[in-house]
């Protein structure tokens, strides 16, 4: 894929409230109070090969994201709100809730949704930032992020953005690019690797692309007031040469009953977690 510009936003001051901490990951403010954005980078999908290109030649990836989206999140509910949503490839897995909204920062994504969804009443696209979503505290039932995660400097303070503005038990369903993989752990075991894969701070392998230790995303949403029930390991068979000569719907049957298992050690590039808002 090729690398997207970035747009620089600044910070946003949090609202006064006496006693409340400012803006970090490591202290976001309470879970009913606005969030302060920090000083941030977004970067720019000025067009639209990420559809036409990227998703082109990865039906195995749009496979597996499927399947873990399936297995974690609840089938039905009254709104959802997907974060990040691109030009909306994932937005039929939504069928049982009775709102969606798809938000995405890139004007080329949104504007493809919206074609693609004019005619259908239950899903509303928004242009918006994640680090200040423009939505009411508790407003929705579940909230997705997929292939998001990996352009946030600040993902602690996008976490506390969804713990607000989901309802008490509310559930997120979370991918993130996974630093401690398999392969990664091979390349530094054999020297071919300077940067371990086990120590928890992030891995910026392109300009605002970061890789994530699952233990550091599991600290950062606790903080937020996420409590991680569930973790599948995926896109386990993302090697060119398995992905490129076997087809992928056999791939991805292989894949589908090792997610949930290997979720303990998440052996693979990309990992979902389900986490819930304390109801
Ligand atoms: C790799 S694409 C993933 C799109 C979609 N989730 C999918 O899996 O097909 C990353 C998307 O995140 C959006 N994005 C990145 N940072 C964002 C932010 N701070 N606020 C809103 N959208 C953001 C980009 O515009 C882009 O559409």
Redesign the pocket.
Known sequence: ?TT?ERTT?PATPAPAAPGVPGPSDDVPGPSDTPSAAPD?E????DDLR?RDV??AARDYEDRC?RLAIRALLPPTGERLV??????G??ADEYRGYREVVL????EA?VAAAREQFRDDSRIRVEQ????ALPFDDGSFDAVV????V???EHPGA?FAEFARVLRPGGVLVL?FANKRNLKAILKHALGRQEWSPFTTEPHEYLPLHFDRHPLEVRRLLRRAGLRVEEVRAVSLFRLPMLRDRLPAGWLAAVEGPLQGPLGSVTPGPSVYVQARKAG
């Not at 997907?82 to 030009?87: D, F, R, S, T």
């Open positions: 894929m997207p936003v941030h977004i970067p720019r999908y990420y990227f998703w994201d997907e974060v990040g949503a691109g030009y490839r994932l938000l995405d920062a890139s994504h918006g930032d994640a680090y992020c997929v292939r998001v990996h352009h946030l996008v991918e």
